[in-house]
């Protein structure tokens, strides 16, 4: 077997660098519903591609930048992030059954992606699109740079919140013992309502970034669950910088393999380094 350049395994990690970027922005607000609301949101990843479709909509039919969408999408999404905890907890839903009911939702909104987009294969065309930076003999795409920013951003800015202000500590009591919690005055239906808003607007950001850089279709929902499920695994339940800093070891795991194998060999990188995560760290999962 020849071993490519090192110039092409360079740009190869840099690309897994970017897309292990985006699933670290798309796990963080499935880490957080998971770690501190003990529900297992499938319907995250529903809420991601109907925000990137409503950026491509703005951006196409309304002239909007893209960047400006998210001035629209991330309020809209906070909104409807905790109607839906609202809904959940009204009937008092399981973190197991949570999975089931989200699931559902899932399919909802992709048949609404449907009826409104169609099945068709769906590319935001804008001024970032074609836009690079070369640094040596490496190239920077713009949209996976604003990508990896922004990641970066509200992966500190979650740190920083959950760590040093008392809404955050509030927030971790209340996960850690509800009664406890509960009995010191916290209330913990606001919280909750607070922080699945805020779940859903991370899923509103990380749509905008994944119409940035990749083409839509309905039916790849359901190809991002696995990989972003091993990143929010591998990177620790209520964690902000878990699931971006496993998201970038999947990410540059699997542009290595493919540069090094074949493409055909990348879906498995993910499950086996949290395979390998479980057998030799069990007590960090």
């Known amino acids: 077997m020849t071993l490519p350049s090192s110039t092409l395994l360079a740009q190869s990690a840099l690309s897994g660098l970017f897309i292990g970027a985006l699933y670290g922005l798309i796990g963080l607000g499935l880490s957080l519903s998971w770690g501190l609301l003990r529900t297992i949101n499938l319907a995250h990843f529903a809420l991601t591609f109907a925000a990137a479709y409503l950026c491509y909509q703005l951006a196409t039919s309304g002239a909007i930048d893209p960047l400006a969408t998210l001035v629209i999408i991330v309020p809209l999404f906070f909104v409807l992030g905790a109607a839906q905890h609202w809904v959940i907890a009204r009937f008092n839903v399981s973190a197991l059954n949570s999975l089931l009911v989200t699931f559902g939702l899932t399919a909802i909104i992709e048949a609404g992606i449907q009826a409104i987009w169609s099945a068709d294969f769906r590319r935001l ?18 949209p996976e740079l604003i990508t990896l920013l922004i990641a970066l951003s509200l992966s500190l800015a979650i740190w920083a919140l959950l760590k040093h202000t008392d809404l955050g500590r509030a927030l971790r009591a209340a996960a850690f013992d509800p009664a406890l919690a509960a009995a010191f005055g916290i209330n913990q239906r606001a919280l909750a309502l607070l922080l699945a808003g805020t779940c859903a607007a991370l899923a509103g950001a990380a749509g905008v970034c994944l119409a940035l850089s990749f083409t839509l279709a ?38 290595l393999t493919m540069a090094v194998t074949a493409p055909s060999w990348a879906p498995i990188v993910s499950f086996t380094l949290l395979i390998a995560l479980l057998l030799l760290r069990p007590d960090k999962l």
């Open 125 to 142: 065309q804008s001024h970032y699109s074609d836009a690079k930076f070369k640094l040596g003999e490496l190239f920077f795409p713009l």
């Open 218 to 255: 309905p039916a790849q929902i359901y190809a991002w669950v696995g990989v972003v499920f091993a990143v929010v695994m591998m990177g620790g339940l209520g964690s902000a910088f878990g699931p971006l800093a496993a998201g970038v070891v999947i990410g540059v795991s699997e542009a």
